[in-house]
């Protein structure tokens, strides 16, 4: 091999490592992990953030299905004390969140032990109502919010102008 195609296949390796990483940030390859001690107990929540690039979140998804709020790897909670989800004892560990968009602007918030493209009712440990609201302002990554309020745990998702947000707290 010449020095002449050394370089041209140099140059074409970093052209095409260059056009995927910016096409993997565009898909939800940046990871955000909001965390908050909630009851006493340390919670962690991991998801990609993927882009909008001028979708719809709202009309991404049909009645029945359920979302997995982020990109790449599964959104996941882990919290060193169990959680109580809709009246349901979460064991502390690590388990996978989902939305669920169960009809037209009625949501809920599930914690699984399947991600979404293999997700099942039998998968379902755990699920809570989620309000939706609507913003003014359009965020253009996922962002997904953890916080305490009055004692409970609060996670807040935000993709273009959709809101969504759930509770649950520290099991006793």
């Given at each position: 091999?010449?020095?002449l195609n050394?370089?041209?296949t ?30 006493g ?23 029945g299905?359920?979302w ?20 349901t ?10 939305a ?63 809101r969504?947000?759930?509770?649950f707290?520290?099991?006793?």
């Open positions: 091999m010449t020095k050394r370089l041209l140099v140059a074409i390796a970093i052209t095409l490592f260059t056009i995927m990483a910016r096409t993997g940030l565009a898909h939800g390859e940046e990871r955000g992990q909001p965390k908050a001690t909630i009851g107990a340390r919670v962690t929540i991991d998801y990609g953030r993927p882009m909008l690039q001028g979708r719809d979140p709202l009309k991404l998804l049909q009645p299905q359920v997995r709020m982020g990109a790449s790897a599964p959104t996941t909670i882990e919290s060193d004390k169990d959680l109580e989800i809709g009246g004892r979460v064991p502390k560990g690590k388990h996978i969140l989902l669920h968009l169960v009809e037209p602007g009625k949501w809920t918030l599930i914690v699984s032990s399947k991600p979404w493209n293999q997700y099942d009712e039998g998968a379902k440990i755990a699920e809570t109502p989620m309000t939706l609201a609507d913003a003014p302002d359009s965020v253009e990554a996922v962002t997904i919010q953890l916080s305490e309020k009055d004692g409970a745990g609060v996670i807040e998702i935000a993709w273009g102008k959709m969504l947000s759930g509770s707290k520290a099991a006793e």
